[in-house]
């Protein structure tokens, strides 16, 4: 079985506008901390071009049989070191503190970033390959940033000065052994190409896989019942093998880089054995000249070799960044019209004019839709799965934008308004409530913060949630666990309603919002909605028929079009679809049947 192919880059690969945007937005803020590693760079450099001179002059030292200067050499040496250790010291540390802080300022934006965009661009890409930007990317990026700051600024530094010892040494040797560079650059960069590349690949394969493993693992009940483990065993191989193969192109490309340096080194250091053994038979230069340079010249060679390996590295975190960037840059589409006004809710009368809706790249899911809402009454949304009813719900507080057509709300169109307002103004319990891994105080008091004590519990009272809050270890300040995990499915919505009850918003939407309940605790809960529903605009979606009976109207979709709508009785005495549904819930078996064929 193949894994997916990743999804082919729209992202130019060009590095430096990554690089030119990096340094304006993200580390310029930090540049006094910057210079401070620049200093304690040409600290560094100046120490480690040190290295030759002394050795150059020990060894004519030892020529001439200096006694004095060969006594000095040691404590030299032992100062030489002295500084570059500190200047090395200082430079982790400095480049640690401004590394760490443009990444957590980086993944602070991205994160603002994800939560302000819109529903529909968040659902195009899973959780957990989201998530992966945060970890693996920021990983690579993170590298890069350290390397730059150490390897990258202390290599250049400390080539530019050991070439200026060489020059100073012998000119003429030195640019014998800089004739190799122009030489092996195009091979680096060839391979750098490449390996951007792969890393690109890799990146969004890791992504797949992230995503593949959680949806497995958080379905792993259903995986079990059906006997899946086979089939889950062998799509998680083909991934995990497609992920080898990469990083086994990326492991390949690297080490392409260490025998081109290597051998490039190599003829290096032949030519100038050559010339200068040449020099020194001759009489031109000496001992001294000869240990200096070559000192120097090793000293440079492992400064350009590590250019090599820092550009496979900055290939990596290019392809990171690209992929930050995008969704960084990623505007969300339901946004505050200019000069966009507060929501005044008068009666909450809600008007679907001509309302169409299209998910992207997929077929129309709402068709034209012409449905008046009554102010202060009980609306009540049916039909089968995927006739478009919480579609319809999410145009109200515009989760979704209506592709055609207008919603409104006291006559108002919903994008006249800001979003706050009109958000503020709309309370909704879905069918699977969603907890935040907090307390439960906290998650009750999201629909109103800043609300009291008493004003929780009365919410939660009234949402029948208050008795076995008061079981739990620590009350209200029980943590309820990643995505409400602590609690049971019922006890959950509970919590849910309460937080919408507390936030007593003149417009209610109801998503099967009594479905996890056992029977005891839904008549509770259904007594409660029925006096918060009083006097409010509620839309209100049922599968089960027989909770929503006694609505002032009910609204039966059919494959995004209104088909019919009355009160229950009317429906009914109809004898359409609603009433068909109605006897399959009564379980007449005929009806089970032919409605069976027409779902099929």
């Not at 019209?337 to 129309?364: C, D, N």
């Not at 629909?447 to 208050?466: K, L, N, T, V």
């Not at 479905?515 to 605790?521: C, G, K, N, R």
Request: positive net charge.
């Amino acid at each position: 079985m193949m894994a997916p192919k990743p999804a082919r880059s729209i992202v130019s690969h060009d590095t430096l506008p990554y690089m030119r945007r990096l340094w304006r937005d993200w580390m310029r803020p930090h540049w006094r901390t910057l210079a401070l590693i620049l200093m304690s760079v040409i600290i560094l450099a100046g120490a480690s071009s040190l290295y030759p001179v002394v050795i150059k002059h020990a060894f004519d030292a030892f020529d001439q049989q200096n006694k004095r200067f060969v006594q000095m050499v040691p404590f030299v040496v032992i100062l030489v070191t002295a500084v570059k250790g500190f200047a090395m010291l200082a430079q982790s540390i400095l480049t640690n503190r401004v590394v760490t802080r443009i990444e957590a300022d980086m993944q602070t934006a991205l994160y603002a970033s994800l939560i302000d965009s819109d529903v529909a661009q968040l659902g195009r890409e899973a959780p957990a390959a989201l998530t992966q930007r945060f970890t693996t990317d920021f990983a690579f990026i993170r590298e890069a940033l350290t390397r730059l700051s150490t390897v990258f600024l202390r290599d250049v530094a400390t080539a530019i000065a050991v070439i200026g010892v060489m020059f100073w040494i012998d000119w003429q040797v030195t640019l014998i052994a800089l004739v190799v560079l122009p030489i092996l650059a195009p091979a680096i960069g060839r391979i750098g190409k490449k390996l951007r590349r792969t890393a690109l690949s890799t990146q969004e394969q890791t992504a797949l896989m992230a995503s593949m493993v959680s949806e497995s693992l958080s379905s792993i009940r259903t995986a079990k019942t059906y006997g899946l483990e086979g089939y889950l065993k062998e799509r998680a191989g083909a991934f995990f093998e497609q992920i080898r193969r990469l990083k086994m192109k990326s492991a390949n490309q690297r080490s392409r880089l260490d025998p081109i340096l290597e051998i490039g080194g190599g003829f290096a250091v032949a030519g100038v054995l050559v010339f200068i053994g040449w020099r020194i038979i001759k009489g031109q230069t000496t001992i001294g000249d000869f240990t200096g340079f070559i000192t120097a010249l090793l000293l440079a060679a492992q400064s350009m070799r590590t250019f090599g390996n820092l550009n496979a590295i900055l290939q990596e975190a290019m392809a990171s960044l690209s992929r930050v960037f995008a969704l960084m840059d990623e505007r969300p589409t339901i946004v505050d019209r200019p000069g966009a006004g507060e929501l005044s809710v008068r009666g909450g009368e809600i008007a679907f004019e001509g309302v169409s809706f299209r998910y992207a790249g997929e077929e129309i899911a709402l068709h034209d839709i012409d449905l008046v809402v009554p102010a202060g009454k009980m609306t009540a949304l049916v039909g089968r799965s995927g006739s478009g009813k919480s579609t319809l719900v999410s145009l109200v507080p515009r989760l979704f934008e209506a592709t055609a057509g207008a919603v409104k709300i006291d006559g108002m169109d919903v994008r006249d308004v800001s979003l706050a307002s009109l958000r503020s103004k709309v309370a909704v319990v879905t069918q699977e409530a969603v907890l935040f891994d907090d307390t439960v105080r906290a998650n009750i008091a999201f629909g109103r913060p800043g609300a009291s004590q008493d004003e929780i519990e009365a919410a939660a009272r009234a949402a029948a949630a208050h008795d076995f809050i008061m079981r739990l270890p620590e009350g209200y300040a029980t943590a309820v666990g990643d995505r409400g995990s602590r609690l049971s499915g019922g006890e959950r919505q509970r919590v849910a309603l309460a937080r919408a009850l507390l936030k007593n918003a003149p417009i209610l939407v109801l998503d099967e919002a009594t479905s996890a309940l056992d029977a005891e605790s839904e008549r509770a809960v259904q007594d409660a909605i029925a006096v918060l529903t009083r006097g409010r605009t509620s839309l209100v979606i049922a599968h089960r028929l027989s909770t929503i009976r006694s609505a002032d109207l009910i609204v039966v979709l059919d494959r995004g079009r209104v088909a019919e709508s009355g009160t229950h009785e009317q429906l009914i005495a109809r004898g359409g679809i609603y009433a068909r549904l109605h006897r399959l819930q009564a379980g007449d078996t005929g009806e089970i049947a032919e409605f069976g064929l027409a779902q099929a």
